[in-house]
Structures are given as C-alpha cells and as structure tokens.
C-alpha cells in the first residue's frame, strides 16, 4: 500500500494542524495505521496509532490530551489533529501501515508516508 502524509506546515506555538495519510488502496481498512515523527537531531519516535476499525487508540504520552488520531476507512485517509503544538513538536511526521491491529513499534510497520514536515515557532 502506498501512503501519502501532507498538512505539515508553520504554526505558531499554540496553534494547531491537522495532518493526513491518504492510501493507495481500498485495503485501507485492514491496516493498523501509525504516526510517527522525526525531529531534528534525533531519533523517530512514535506518537500515535490506531486499529483498523478505529476502535483503539493510544499516544505517546508527550502528545496525550492535545493530539487526536482518527481514521476515515470510506476515504482511505487518517488524520492527525494536532492542537497546543510547542516547540518540541517540530518534527518530520509520518504515516505508517502495519499488519498488526495496532503498534508503537516502527519494525512492525510495512508501509511508510514520505513525510510532511511540521514546524512550531515559539
């Protein structure tokens, strides 16, 4: 499955975005679906994931309580609504597919967005 994150962009501290995944195929809904980010100098982490029904959810807890993950399985797309952004949320942020139901683990994810870059100026 091909996956394609784009909404990143310049957000002052405070703000929000919503990022989104769009994929290739209708098998969409059979995939556990993950963020993941990358910020400057440092390794990716996880920060979000969700099952292939949307019926689990969970976060990192750096994130928990400001973004929200959320699926459209109609529309083969995830979102990312990203609120009370800071500083450290400056990232590469990106889309992942996975055959398990839902993961924090970057290895078991197959499939991966090319990225969109997030940048928060305090």
């Known amino acids: 499955v091909q996956l394609q994150a784009y909404g990143g962009g310049l957000v002052q501290a405070g703000g929000s975005l919503r990022l989104s995944c769009v994929a290739s195929?209708?098998?969409?809904?059979?995939?556990?679906m993950g963020w993941f980010r990358r910020a400057p100098g440092k390794e990716r982490e996880f920060v979000a994931a969700?099952?292939?029904?949307?019926?689990?959810?969970y976060y990192t807890d750096s994130v928990e309580g400001r973004f929200t993950i959320s699926r459209d399985n109609a529309k083969n797309t995830m979102y990312l609504q990203m609120n009370s952004l800071n500083s450290e949320d400056t990232a590469v942020y990106y889309c992942?597919?996975?055959?398990?139901?839902?993961?924090?683990?970057?290895?078991?994810?197959?499939?991966w967005g090319q990225g969109t870059l997030v940048t928060v100026s305090s």
């Open positions: 969700i099952s292939p029904s949307g019926n689990i959810a």
């Open positions: 992942a597919a996975t055959l398990y139901e839902t993961s924090d683990s970057d290895i078991q994810y197959s499939y």
């Open positions: 195929e209708r098998t969409f809904s059979m995939y556990g």
